[in-house]
């Protein structure tokens, strides 16, 4: 349970440093974007990329030489899905979500928030983290496409009240 051999640890030792050499060289020949979080199909390849680490370190029954095939795979997928969406709106649409506008000149917009499953509490916590103390403040307040919030100050407000 606790130890089965010597072999067993020396193949963890040499096939996770050959693994993750590999890994990273890949990475970096592939460029920055292999890894962003963009959009749904890059997290998934990120989860994925992980779990093929995982399984070629751990897994007697996987061969590092079939590790490396699925990295390579992976990223080779993750850049033609990239490439192609550069160049195919119908592409882009397919993969990529829109940014979502949330509160419009501080009245929030019902119904992309359920759409985007985004609550009032969570418009407001955005705002504060930028500093804006009243949504009378904000301008607009947007849902990005990698989930994150961007909260725009509207010109020449300053912030006297603190949100509830």
Known sequence: MFFDSWTGLLRVLVVGT????????LLRVTGKRTLSKMNAFD???TVALGSTLATVLLSKDVAL??????????????FAITWLSVRSDRVRRL???EPCLLLHDGRFLDGAM?????TRDEVR?????????????VAAAVLETDGSFSV????GSASSRILP
Do not use: P
């Not at 030489?65 to 795979?73: C, I, K, P, Q, S």
């Not at 359920?114 to 985004?118: A, I, L, Q």
């Open 43 to 45: 997290l998934v390849v």
């Open 152 to 155: 725009i100050r509207r010109e």
């Open 125 to 137: 916590a955005a705002a504060r983290a930028q500093g804006i103390a009243s949504l009378d403040d």
């Open 65 to 78: 030489a079939e590790g490396l095939l699925a990295f390579a795979l992976l990223v080779l997928l993750q």
């Open 114 to 118: 359920r759409r985007e499953r985004v």
């Open 95 to 97: 993969v990529k979500a």
């Open 18 to 25: 050959l693994a993750y050499a590999a890994l990273v060289l």
